[in-house]
């Protein structure tokens, strides 16, 4: 079992900057992939970005350039810096991790943190 707690999600100015936090917890050995997802009123959740064990990151194209995925290994916690924020990155924010284990893949969200850019 893995345990997804966000933080930092708000309202801010268009332009403006947020980091989001997912302070994870649980069986950390069997995760295999970390993410932050969004989802904006009437639309699908979205990937927004992807951290893999060895660090290696991969974004969407509507963020790319302004937002920033890291991991501080000792917090067992994961980033999500989002700078030059646009109205349309208005949505709640999931972080997200998959496990393996011998009994197959899981995956596990956050409970979403609310991000809100006016114009």
């Known amino acids: 079992q893995v345990q997804l707690v966000e933080s930092g999600g708000g309202l801010v100015e268009a332009g403006g900057s947020l980091r989001l936090s997912c302070e994870v917890s649980?069986?950390?050995?069997?995760?295999?992939?970390r993410a932050w997802y969004r989802q904006a009123p009437g639309k699908q959740r979205e990937l927004v970005a992807t951290?893999?064990?060895?660090?290696?990151?991969n974004y969407a194209d509507s963020v790319k350039g302004r937002f920033s995925i890291s991991r501080d290994y000792t917090k067992n916690t994961v980033y999500l810096q989002m700078d030059s924020l646009k109205p349309e990155d208005t949505a709640v924010y999931y972080c997200?991790?998959?496990?393996?284990?011998?009994?197959?893949?899981?995956?596990?969200w956050g409970q979403g943190t609310q991000v809100t850019v006016s114009s």
């Open positions: 649980g069986n950390l050995f069997s995760i295999n992939a």
């Open positions: 997200y991790a998959r496990t393996v284990t011998v009994n197959g893949e899981k995956e596990y």
């Open positions: 951290i893999t064990n060895g660090g290696s990151t």
